[in-house]
């Protein structure tokens, strides 16, 4: 990354409320604290557990089988969640209260991923609700655009001195029926679901993630609250629109990490099977030659 000597390298936002820190670097959320309790929402980052805060999930969401995908039949290989969350973006905008990031396809993404592309993410403070746009223009006069989006934000599970994991809850708006499909042991999505029965409240015990992330499809819900039994602080993520949604803590070696991830997506993992072509992908996002794609989602801090 080439930057000018004296460049800033972080955005922060501010308001009576909350002070928001973002990374150039893959315009992630670094912190979100609350200037009057002073109580730190978003994971430090610790790279012995996790060494990201909230990274955004472009073009891919999940892992792909062998890192693969085909584009008419030709073969391209693309990591985990793709390539956004590790790259520079360029700070367009910026407000006390509202930053605009910028990242465009370039030959180091066209040499893995064939389309161009303008990624726009909005950050905007008010009170003490952070939302977050996402705008992906296809610049393309003639070909579509195929990709998945996704928001991948860890929530500290210590906000308060004394606070431990299974302190903490995770609450829907009503009652639904819950069921996780299943992660197979290489990442993909599985042919299995466990079921989570009928309820509102989802207690969180690492021995829930053993069988890595918690991944619902076709949400019938469109918001999700942690909350702690000790005290009234926590997170709300709005995120209407999004068909999929995943919860998840690392379990690597037994590891039980201080944090929790809310995760809705345009998208999800490859099956096994496949279909490999990206434009036949499920939840997959076919954008039109010089068409934007908009969507939103929000964090609700208390």
């Known amino acids: 990354m080439n930057r000018t000597k004296g460049e ?33 929402y978003i994971w430090k980052g610790d790279a012995k557990f996790w060494g990201r805060h909230t990274p955004v999930l472009f073009p891919i969401v999940g892992k792909l089988v062998d890192n693969q995908f085909l584009v008419n039949g030709e073969t391209y290989t693309m990591t985990q969640h793709g390539f956004a969350r590790d790259m520079e973006f360029v700070c367009v905008e910026q ?22 592309f303008e990624l726009y993410i909005t950050y ?5 609700s952070v939302h977050i746009d996402w705008q992906v223009s296809n610049p393309d006069t003639d070909e579509n655009l195929y990709f998945s989006i996704g928001a991948h934000p860890a929530f500290s599970t210590t906000l308060m001195p004394g606070d431990s994991f299974e302190d903490y809850y995770f609450e829907l708006p009503e009652v639904v029926e819950l069921q996780s499909r299943d992660l197979t042991a290489d990442g993909q999505l599985g042919d299995t679901y466990t079921s989570l029965g009928r309820c509102r409240e989802i207690p969180l015990h690492y021995d829930v993630f053993n069988k890595d992330a918690l991944v619902f499809e076709d949400l019938e819900f469109e918001s999700i609250a942690l909350r702690c039994r000790n005290h009234d602080h926590g997170v709300n993520v709005q995120f209407h629109g999004f068909p999929d949604l995943g919860l998840w803590t690392p379990r690597t070696n037994g590891m039980e990490a201080p944090f929790i991830c809310i995760e809705p ?38």
């Open 8 to 40: 800033k390298l972080v955005v922060i936002l501010a308001n009576e409320k909350l002070s928001v820190t973002i990374a150039k670097a893959g315009a992630e959320i670094h912190s979100v604290m609350h200037q009057e309790t002073g109580i730190e």
């Open 95 to 116: 407000e006390p209260t509202r930053a605009v990031f910028c990242l465009t396809s370039n030959e180091e993404t066209l040499a893995k991923f064939p389309f161009g």
């Open 124 to 128: 905007i403070l008010e009170g003490e």
């Open 265 to 302: 997506w345009f998208g999800h993992a490859d099956t096994a099977d496949g279909p490999f072509e990206i434009s036949q992908k499920p939840g997959i996002i076919e954008l039109n030659p010089l068409k934007e794609f908009n969507t939103r989602y929000s964090m609700i801090f208390y």
